[in-house]
């Protein structure tokens, strides 16, 4: 159980180029996803919170109109990389917690490998 | 300074030595989270830890939180190659269900 599919795993676009990333939920619903940033040997960094219906709430330093997320349903949630540049290029993970249950671990999709080329 | 330190940064160890990595935090946990990772691709779940001083085993795998609940230790018992990949702790610091902070990790290796 407690499955997350992330879809696509690798993307190689051109600068410019918007690109969109879903994270779903394929057992359990979600009211609430995350969104982080891998870099090579580096620590995820949490991005965003993705909350169903409403708005996503950003960390500190992220930029809301560069990374568009929308959780419109309680299985997906999606994240657009807008007009993507080189230093945009890294590893994407998306986490999801069933609504269901509280204090639950958080279960990851298997990332998506975004180049900007 | 990072707020959840974990150690050694790498670890390379002959198949069937035991091994145990740590996961520090500079304040209280509410709860700890380990999770096992393959380059590249996404984090399996392996164990949470809510309770000062509780412990959880999963095959050969076990996971330590402390009384202080501000440091956790993972310990793999007879490694096998299959053990290998990078190991993250999760911290939660306000409640059941708050975002987590994750530390560097600790890649290891097994040598057949």
């Known amino acids: 159980g407690a499955v997350v599919s992330q879809h696509p795993s690798r993307v190689i676009c051109k600068s410019g180029t918007s690109v969109k990333i879903e994270c779903r939920s394929l057992?359990?619903?979600?009211?609430?996803m995350f969104w982080y940033r891998q870099f090579p040997k580096q620590s995820l960094m949490l991005m965003a919170t993705?909350?169903?219906?409403?708005?996503?709430?950003?960390e500190q330093g992220v930029e809301k109109d560069k990374f568009l997320i929308n959780h419109a349903s309680l299985t997906l949630s999606t994240l657009t990389v807008t007009s993507a540049h080189p230093e945009d290029s890294s590893f994407y993970i998306c986490?999801?917690?069933?609504?269901?249950?509280?204090?639950?671990?958080?279960?990851f999709g298997d990332g998506t490998r975004l180049s900007i080329l | 300074s990072q707020e959840l330190e974990q150690s050694p940064q790498s670890l390379i160890v002959q198949e069937g030595k035991n091994l145990t990595i740590n996961c520090t935090s500079s304040?209280?946990?509410?709860?700890l989270y380990w999770y096992k990772q393959k380059y590249g691709e996404g984090l399996i779940f392996l164990m949470m830890?809510?309770?000062?001083?509780e412990e959880k085993s999963h095959e050969k795998i076990t996971a330590k939180l402390d009384e202080k609940k501000q440091q956790s230790s993972l310990h793999i018992t007879a490694s096998q190659p299959s053990h290998a990949g990078i190991y993250l702790c999760?911290?939660?610091?306000?409640?059941?269900?708050?975002?987590?902070?994750f530390g560097k990790g600790i890649t290891l290796s097994v040598r057949p």
């Open positions: 986490s999801a917690r069933d609504k269901g249950l509280s204090g639950q671990p958080q279960h």
């Open positions: 057992d359990f619903q979600a009211t609430t």
């Open positions: 993705s909350n169903e219906g409403s708005k996503a709430t950003y």
């Open positions: 304040k209280t946990l509410y709860g």
């Open positions: 830890l809510q309770k000062g001083g």
């Open positions: 999760g911290a939660a610091y306000t409640g059941a269900n708050s975002k987590l902070t």
